[in-house]
């Protein structure tokens, strides 16, 4: 595969991976009725947006990550001090839509008052004069989507009850929990897919594809041929299959062969590989929704097993920086995987989704883990942290993962490219 195609296939990826895990913070999020203010794949500047509704769609330059940024999750609200002078606008209803802070010329039919009070959170009001000569103030009600306007950029504001640290425990938490929760779902989509287009390895006695170097392919057996028995030794499954020339190299075995309704009897000698015998057979595959259904669930849970088995060992076994890898080792691996075809670049992105969703639920700072970590804290103490106490130990946990990040992208590049 060329260099512009292992890009591509890296980007694609990893935009499928990101996408899905914002995805679900976004799907729940709004469910929750939080105000997301972005939906971003990528960091650093943006190279795309688009805005519906509420929400800004942006892809970012710095293929790292993603987020959906939350009303209420950092300091997104705007306040109107005492004495500052603005510009009204009204929707039908009577009420603020619009509040423009400068470049008042560039809009018709605004009303100009000098900010005397205003509650944009949770009374939703504007109190001021009109004019310099008032004495009494007037109060005018605010729509819950006003949005701010200040340089021609629109800010909608965030009510109480559509920040996030408003809603209910349970809603945060699902919202939080939702990203990894997606990269599984998505995990199982992806075999369910290869199942669907590829096929489901079958267990019946069946051979799949001969490779052309096999001892298979040299003495005569063809895909499709169903074997009954081997050395008189009946068989049922392919693992029976397996068994007997996994425990026989370099002996000679009598395949009892059925093929389109003849019945032969061909010999074969497996090689000696590592001590175990081979002839250059695959398993059969079967395409069958209910088949590939199964397959889907069943992988998904296998390799989310092993992961966490990986994950138990690393720690109990000591920790190496040559364990990790970075969007460097990433791309790497993914050049690997795709020159073996596009069911094993699937399956890469599977298994990589169940590690960025494995990943995403460790209790630490500033990962979604961790942030589930400070909701069981809150539902124990039946309070929450203080958020800025809570906003702390994220920051300093962002911190040392960009560090890390950093070193193991350096780790990356020494040992795949230097």
Known sequence: ??????????????????????????????????????????????????????????????????????????????????????????????????????????????????????????????????????????????????????????????????????????????????????????????????????????????LGDITSDGTAFEAGLKKGDVITAIDDRDVSSWLDIVEVIQKHPGETLVFHVERKGEVLDIPVVPRDVNGEGKIGVYQSLEQSPLRALSYGVTETWFWTKQIFIILGDLITGGFTIDALAGPVGIYASTEAVAQSGIFNLMKWGALLSINLGIMNLLPIPALDGGRLLFFAIEAVRGKPIDKNKEGFVHFIGFALLMLLMLVVTWNDIQRFFL
């Open 1 to 206: 595969m060329g260099t512009l195609s292992t890009v591509l296939a890296f980007i694609i990826l990893f935009g499928v991976l990101v996408f899905f895990h914002e995805l679900g913070h976004l799907i729940f999020a709004k469910r929750a009725g939080i105000l997301c203010r972005e939906f971003a794949i990528g960091m650093g500047p943006k190279v795309f947006s688009y805005k519906k509704n509420e929400t800004l769609y942006t892809i970012r330059l710095l293929p790292i990550g993603g987020y959906v940024r939350m009303a209420g999750e950092d300091m997104d609200n705007v306040e109107l001090k005492a004495g500052l002078r603005v510009g009204l606008l009204f929707n039908k209803e009577n009420k603020v839509e619009k509040i423009v802070l400068n470049q008042k010329d560039k809009h018709g039919n605004i009303r100009i008052i000098e900010v005397e009070h205003a509650d944009l959170e949770k009374d939703l009001i504007i109190r001021g004069y009109e004019d310099e000569e008032d004495i009494d103030t007037k109060t005018f009600k605010v729509d819950e989507k006003c949005v701010v306007v200040e340089n021609g950029v629109e800010t909608q504001i965030a009510p109480l009850d559509r920040q996030f640290s408003s809603r209910p425990l349970l809603a945060r938490t699902m919202t939080i929990f939702a990203g990894p929760l997606f990269n599984f779902i998505l995990a199982f989509l992806i075999f369910f897919l290869i199942g669907i287009l590829h096929g489901v390895p079958s267990n019946d006695p069946v």
